[in-house]
Nanobody, 125 residues
Framework: VQLQASGGGLVQAGGSLRLSCAAS????????LAWFRQAPGKEREFVAA????????TYADAVKGRFTISRDNAQNTGYLSMASLKPEDTAVYYC???????????????????WGQGTELTVSS
């Protein structure tokens, strides 16, 4: 599967934005989906994950209550809706997909085989 992330941009603190992850190549519902982010000078970190059916979601503590991960399998697209954005949310955001269904590994970037190219979010204070 090929992934293409989009929707990043410049937002003021407190604002909202929605990222999209468009999938192509194979049926999207075969893959669990996650979002990761990487800020300058920092390691890539887990943001959120969603199971193949969308029935279960997981969030990093830093974004819980502010971000919402979702997916539309009919449209082959995943989303990350972000609200109450903070300057510390500034990063390049990546979507990732995996065919394995090991929920215990969903926070581990090594468990994802397919990655989008990243979309940059900048939150100004």
């Amino acid at each position: 599967v090929q992934l293409q992330a989009s929707g990043g941009g410049l937002v003021q603190a407190g604002g909202s934005l929605r990222l999209s992850c468009a999938a192509s190549g194979r049926p999207f519902n075969l893959y669990r989906l996650a979002w990761f982010r990487q800020a300058p000078g920092k390691e890539r970190e887990f943001v959120a994950a969603i199971t193949r059916s969308g029935g279960s979601v997981t969030y990093a503590d830093a974004v819980k209550g502010r971000f919402t991960i979702s997916r539309d399998n009919a449209q082959n697209t995943g989303y990350l809706s972000m609200a109450s954005l903070k300057p510390e949310d500034t990063a390049v955001y990546y979507c990732a997909a995996s065919q394995t269904n090991i929920l215990s590994a969903q926070r581990d970037p090594a468990s994802y085989t397919y990655w989008g190219q990243g979309t940059e979010l900048t939150v100004s204070s």
